[in-house]
């Protein structure tokens, strides 16, 4: 069966490499800009564009609910909630949270940029290359989470922390109660999101090694 390729400038493929553009730029600004300017100042200078790129992903709930993707609405949902959490409910928010001016903000931007530009490259050669996304964006796409997973959200749970007590003091305690309930929300979400992974994972690995050996026969 023939794969059907899209053109680059479908709505898909170019939100896709948009989006990979996007999140190409905020990975610049931690490995170019961050090591100049160092922090508080890379805090200052990248926030407002961290929050926009974040708040484009919102896309992706509506292409998964309206079936344009095949992405899980489930762990689409719970992964944009938790980063809108952050962009907006810290970031936005509450611009002065103490750990949003240390290694765990350029650490977390490391995490979700270089996931989410791999994965929107992965994307966008899906759906308009015939033979696909290269081996090495596939083995990318499928082994960068077992770092940047975990650091991403240890990054995110320790700006959440940090947050509790400006959320009460400049809002409410409805606010801190939020924050507090996105913490909690990791310990059922990380693990169906990392397993999700892991499956995918299995499964690519295992259709790169399929399709030489049917050749080959």
Same mark, same amino acid.
């Given at each position: 069966?023939?794969?059907?390729?899209?053109? =680059?400038?479908?709505?898909? =493929?170019?939100? +896709?490499?948009?989006?990979?553009?996007?999140?190409?730029?905020?990975?610049? +600004?931690?490995?170019?800009?961050?090591?100049?300017?160092?922090?508080?100042?890379?805090?200052?200078?990248?926030? +407002?564009?961290?929050?926009?790129?974040?708040?484009?992903?919102?896309?992706?709930?509506?292409?998964?609910?309206?079936?344009?993707?095949?992405?899980? !609405?489930?762990?689409?949902?719970?992964?944009?909630?938790?980063? !809108?959490?952050?962009? %907006?409910?810290?970031?936005?928010?509450?611009?002065?949270?103490?750990?949003?001016?240390?290694?765990?903000?350029?650490?977390?931007?490391?995490?979700?940029?270089?996931?989410?530009?791999?994965?929107?490259?992965?994307?966008?050669?899906?759906?308009?290359?015939?033979?696909?996304?290269?081996?090495?964006?596939?083995?990318?796409?499928?082994?960068?989470?077992?770092?940047?997973?975990?650091?991403? %959200?240890?990054?995110? !749970?320790?700006?959440?922390?940090?947050?509790?007590?400006?959320?009460?003091?400049?809002?409410?305690?409805?606010?801190?109660?939020?924050?507090?309930?996105?913490?909690?929300?990791?310990? =059922?979400?990380?693990?169906? !999101?990392?397993?999700?992974?892991?499956?995918?994972?299995?499964?690519?690995?295992?259709?790169?090694?399929? %399709?030489?050996?049917?050749?080959? +026969?």
């Amino acid at each position: 069966m023939t794969k059907r390729v899209q053109s =680059p400038l479908a709505p898909l =493929p170019l939100y +896709n490499i948009s989006s990979a553009a996007a999140w190409g730029y905020v990975l610049y +600004n931690v490995v170019s800009v961050f090591p100049k300017v160092q922090q508080p100042q890379f805090y200052k200078d990248t926030k +407002n564009i961290v929050s926009v790129v974040q708040c484009c992903a919102i896309i992706e709930v509506f292409n998964s609910l309206l079936g344009i993707v095949r992405s899980p !609405l489930a762990t689409t949902v719970g992964q944009v909630t938790s980063r !809108l959490l952050l962009a %907006v409910g810290v970031i936005q928010l509450l611009p002065d949270t103490p750990q949003l001016t240390t290694y765990a903000y350029p650490t977390m931007l490391a995490a979700w940029s270089i996931a989410e530009f791999v994965r929107y490259l992965y994307y966008f050669y899906s759906l308009t290359d015939k033979r696909g996304p290269s081996d090495i964006l596939i083995l990318l796409r499928y082994n960068l989470f077992w770092v940047l997973y975990p650091v991403g %959200v240890t990054s995110e !749970l320790l700006i959440l922390y940090s947050a509790l007590p400006y959320a009460e003091a400049k809002y409410t305690v409805y606010h801190k109660w939020l924050l507090l309930g996105g913490m909690f929300a990791y310990i =059922p979400m990380f693990p169906v !999101l990392f397993s999700h992974m892991v499956t995918q994972r299995r499964k690519a690995i295992k259709k790169m090694f399929e %399709v030489p050996f049917k050749k080959e +026969n």
